[in-house]
């Protein structure tokens, strides 16, 4: 079974009022008062200015949102994250934007059955939103990227 994100974390609160400008756009709870706002055909549509993403490393990141990214980031620290998994083998890609400005990455790690997940890209942009891990576990296990498989799962979640 595969694995598949793409979507922008931050503390819930900073989310909440970064995603009201984005028509289309849901926003569902995490743990460790995280959310996610994952991103689907309507937020890419909303929010691209029509430029080449791709500058960053990212499969699905719209051409112009860092810049908006990094506008919301004033409130408070903002990643944007992608993970396609299947079979064990896969790909992670993570950015974060603190106070208007890039801070951590664009990191990219290829993994295949990784012995830790603590230090892939996803794990090390939860440290810096916040997030802590608990004993056996990392930050994206701690919480809860798991819950769901798909961008499509996590926006059936919020409907609940």
């Excluded at 490393?57 to 992608?82: H, K, M, N, Q």
Aim: hydrophobic share 40%; net charge negative.
């Amino acid at each position: 079974m595969g694995y598949e994100l793409q979507a922008v974390i931050a503390r819930d609160e900073v989310l909440r009022v970064a995603s009201r400008e984005v028509p289309g756009s849901r926003v569902v709870r995490l743990g460790q008062d995280l959310s996610l706002m994952p991103m689907t055909d309507e937020v890419f549509d909303a929010v691209t200015d029509g430029s080449d993403g791709r500058g960053l490393g990212f499969w699905r990141l719209p051409g112009g949102f860092d810049t908006l990214l990094a506008r919301w980031s004033a409130a408070g620290p903002i990643a944007y994250v992608e993970a396609e998994y299947f079979g064990g083998a896969g790909e992670q890609r993570a950015a974060v934007w603190v106070d208007g400005a890039l801070a951590l990455g664009p990191l990219d790690a290829p993994a295949k059955k990784q012995s830790s997940r603590s230090v892939s890209p996803i794990c090390q942009a939860l440290r810096r939103l916040g997030a802590r891990r608990r004993l056996g576990e990392d930050e994206f296990e701690a919480v809860g990227l798991g819950r769901h498989r798909s961008n499509e799962d996590w926006i059936s979640s919020s409907a609940c």
